[in-house]
């Protein structure tokens, strides 16, 4: 059984759009999970949605200090970033080395003029105990396939450089996504059913 009550739902990455925006993670959360689980609305810590994104990113980032003091998120034994139980992270990544990631926890990024968005940044999420990456759909598959072979630069594709510092990784790989990569390894993909 599910102990609900000692959930805590944090954002790893989130769209600077108003809260009811289609494009909001936050309210995909909420309409599709957090609604159907007796999770505390007090233990759920979405970024705000009132504020533009680097307003939004230091507003989250004192947030999450806030959880740390009160000790609601533990610490990483290897650096002084918090230390989530389960990051959860859709491919490809939107996450990127940022400037001062050293010492931030969150940042504000904007990729080639997309829409902006709050973030994790690195050293957070590879200090995480579990990290799971889920990457789904023949839309990603070049990009998988660019990422396994290593052809891409790591601005290109970060999530070569998750790597939990003291936590495990794990990836969902669907078969479209996988398709490209599996084809040049001489394998065929199947569909599960």
Not at 137 to 150: K, S
Request: net charge neutral; aromatic share 8%; proline share 8%.
């Amino acid at each position: 059984m599910v102990e609900w009550s000692k959930w805590h739902v944090f954002w790893a990455e989130e769209n600077v759009v108003a809260k009811r925006h289609p494009d909001s993670l936050f309210w995909q959360a909420k309409e599709y999970f957090l609604s159907k689980v007796p999770i505390l609305p007090a233990h759920i810590v979405p970024v705000s949605h009132d504020l533009p994104g680097e307003s939004a990113a230091n507003s989250y980032e004192f947030s999450i200090r806030q959880h740390v003091r009160k000790r609601t998120v533990s610490v990483s034994p290897s650096s002084d970033c918090p230390r989530f139980d389960l990051i959860l992270l859709n491919f490809p990544l939107s996450h990127q080395p940022v400037p001062g990631e050293d010492t931030q926890w969150v940042s504000c990024v904007s990729n080639h003029g997309s829409k902006e968005r709050v973030i994790l940044t690195l050293p957070v999420i590879n200090a995480a105990a579990h990290v799971a990456i889920v990457a789904s759909g023949p839309e990603v598959a070049p990009q998988f396939l660019d990422m396994m072979m290593g052809n891409k630069s790591i601005e290109s594709s970060p999530a070569r450089i998750v790597q939990p510092l003291d936590g495990k990784l794990v990836w969902f790989v669907d078969a479209t996504a996988a398709s490209l990569f599996l084809r040049g390894k001489g394998c065929a993909a199947t569909s599960g059913s």
